[in-house]
């Protein structure tokens, strides 16, 4: 990062325009409208159900309400669900200050990937804002576990993501990605990576309730050993893709994080489960204004988990 960048990075962002879009819920099915406003320093990302009278649910870890298949947001009984693509877009391109308006209880899954999200801040475009932006930046490790499930964060100076899956599947098997995360870098390594599902469990989650709206071109179905709508557009587009959901979590920190964020087979529950533990714990961070340059590395060698590795690390 050079310095005038890290000067640009230290005001808070909004968009300069309202843009909109519209599709269907992956899980209802139900049919949205989705449009972005520019909103003050200080606002947040903050999601407008303009069916409830304009009832307003702040993107924050205290509003989560449940996180089985998709990060869902509630308030005073309000639900808001399957935030994850949108707020990964907006987190990555480093939006602090913006109103999302929805008319219904789900985001328009659109192609499955954040992509769309990212066309409609590219025509909404940027604009700084009069106010600093402050950052989170971690100055303690400290990990989250559930079985071979993990979740870490490390001290770094920048936003750095590494992001690990492993499934018994031909096509799939074991997969990791690890980037700096910055709007470049989510553009050209995530944005595009959709949301996939095993063809095998579509029967039982359709019975719970959910995947309702899940077509072939909303994402990548696998059947016992192929790819039923391919071609993929990464051959490690999985993991790509969990990584993208990975950072629409930790957007619901509420602030632009500074710190390596290493995760092992997690999911939407262990992502909320961490960033509530990250944030309950405040010696694990400091509040700041100013970026840092990345440094230069010490070691070549990762933050990893401080117990024992299982046999799929």
Known sequence: MSL?????NSFQQTIVKAVETHGIGLHTAVKSHVRLLPAPPDTGIVFRRTDLDGFEIEAHIRNVARVSYATSLMKQGVLLSTTEHILAAIYACGIDNIYIEIDALELPILDGSAQPYIEMLDGAGLRRQKRRRTYLKAVKSM???DGDRRIGIYPSSEFRVTCFVDYSHPKVGRQEVELA???ATFRRELAVART???LSDFDGLRAMGLI?????ENAIVLTADDVMNGPVR?????????????????????KPLRAHVVAHKAGHSLHTQFVTRLLAESSL????HAPE????????????FSHPAHATD
Request: hydrophobic fraction near 40%; charged fraction near 25%.
């Open 4 to 8: 005038q960048t890290a000067a640009e």
């Open 143 to 145: 990990e989250v576990s």
């Open 181 to 183: 995360v910055n709007s």
């Open 196 to 198: 996939f599902g095993f």
């Open 212 to 216: 309702r709206g899940g077509t072939l």
């Open 234 to 254: 990464f051959p490690d587009e999985f993991v790509r893709h969990k990584a993208l959901d990975l950072i629409g979590d930790l957007a619901l920190i509420g």
């Open 285 to 288: 961070w400091v509040e700041t």
């Open 293 to 304: 340059a990345p440094q230069p590395a010490k070691s070549t060698l990762r933050p990893r």
